[in-house]
């Protein structure tokens, strides 16, 4: 599933996508599957988007399950919501009006294991990279109801992408080693 361009401003709550079968149907939501996901976040200058950072969800209907991103004039977090709280922890920092690809790897748990998010930042030549980001809490979730890409706060959004494999969000033609 890839994306192209959202923007929300201050006084926008944000908004929902439904998402169709295609995430259930690869198996990207069985226990023990991995999805990857993926999205350029740009923090602004502009008056209406600089009061706060914007969040990216891949989430429940009901808006109480989700995993994703979140994104403040200080900072990238990855994202989980569970029972309706937002709970993250920090990737890096965000620099005014510089783009940032941020990619994250959701392995869900099986067998009363947790589910576990890891987020990497990758360089300009969009390698793998070989260390990653401080893991979210160990988190359970039931995926299989997520249902919905939720956009919400403030900012610009581009080039949302989940799907199998590193390769398969940041775009084609790059190899892990």
């Not at 009061?51 to 209907?61: A, F």
């Not at 403040?72 to 690809?101: C, D, F, H, M």
Request: proline share 5%.
């Amino acid at each position: 599933m890839t994306g192209n361009r959202a923007s929300s401003h201050r006084w926008s709550p944000g908004c929902a996508i439904a998402l169709d079968d295609r995430l259930r149907q690869a198996g990207l939501l069985e226990d023990g599957a991995t999805l990857w996901i993926s999205y350029v976040f740009h923090v602004t200058k502009e008056i209406e988007h600089r009061q706060g950072g914007g969040t990216v969800l891949l989430s429940t209907q009901d808006l109480n399950e989700g995993v994703g991103f979140a994104a403040n004039p200080r900072e990238y977090q990855t994202a989980v919501v569970v029972k309706g709280q937002l709970k993250g922890r920090r990737i890096t920092s965000s620099k005014l009006e510089t783009p940032t690809l941020v990619v994250g790897k959701v392995t869900w748990g099986k067998n009363g294991e947790g589910d576990r998010f890891v987020p990497y930042l990758p360089g300009h030549e969009l390698k793998h990279p070989e260390d990653h980001g401080r893991p979210s809490v160990p988190f359970d979730i039931d995926q299989t109801k997520l249902s919905l890409l939720v956009l919400q706060g403030e900012g610009q959004f581009d080039e949302i992408r989940i799907g199998p494999t590193y390769e398969s969000v940041v775009g084609s033609g790059v190899k892990t080693q």
